[in-house]
Nanobody, 121 residues
Framework: QVQLQESGPDLVKPSQTLSLTCTVS??????????WNWIRQPPGKGLEWIGY???????HYNPSLKSRISISRDTSNNQFSLHLNSVIPEDTAVYYC?????????????WGQGTKVTVSS
């Protein structure tokens, strides 16, 4: 029943900060014991996990990206956001938000539809 919806720009310039928001309905982002993830898929490549913020507000990031990443949440609006600074063309990808169960399961219905972001000057 949970629904996730990504929003944000479709084009950003190199060196700028990419900010995306995931709006969640049908479930609270503070509910035990879910993890709220950002995942991306560059063109022609597989899924790459970016990071998460969990039900208590704790965050964890992919070590290859963590120097440029911040994930935050707005519990009043039941949203969580990704901030990726100093973007480069290789950050071009479809970005997804997704809910993960405590046991590590991503269900088909717990993903947003994805939003394509292009980094180009």
């Amino acid at each position: 029943q949970v629904q996730l919806q990504e929003s944000g720009p479709d084009l950003v310039k190199p060196s700028q900060t990419l900010s995306l928001t995931c709006t969640v309905s049908g479930g609270s982002i503070t509910a035990n014991y879910y993890y709220w993830n950002w995942i991306r898929q560059p063109p022609g490549k597989g899924l790459e996990w970016i990071g998460y913020i969990n039900y208590s507000g704790s965050t964890h990031y992919n070590p290859s990206l963590k120097s440029r990443i911040s994930i935050s949440r707005d519990t009043s609006n039941n949203q969580f956001s990704l901030h990726l600074n100093s973007v480069i063309p290789e950050d071009t990808a479809v970005y997804y938000c997704a809910r993960e169960e405590n046991g590590g399961t991503f269900r088909n219905g717990d993903w947003g539809q994805g939003t394509k972001v292009t980094v180009s000057s």
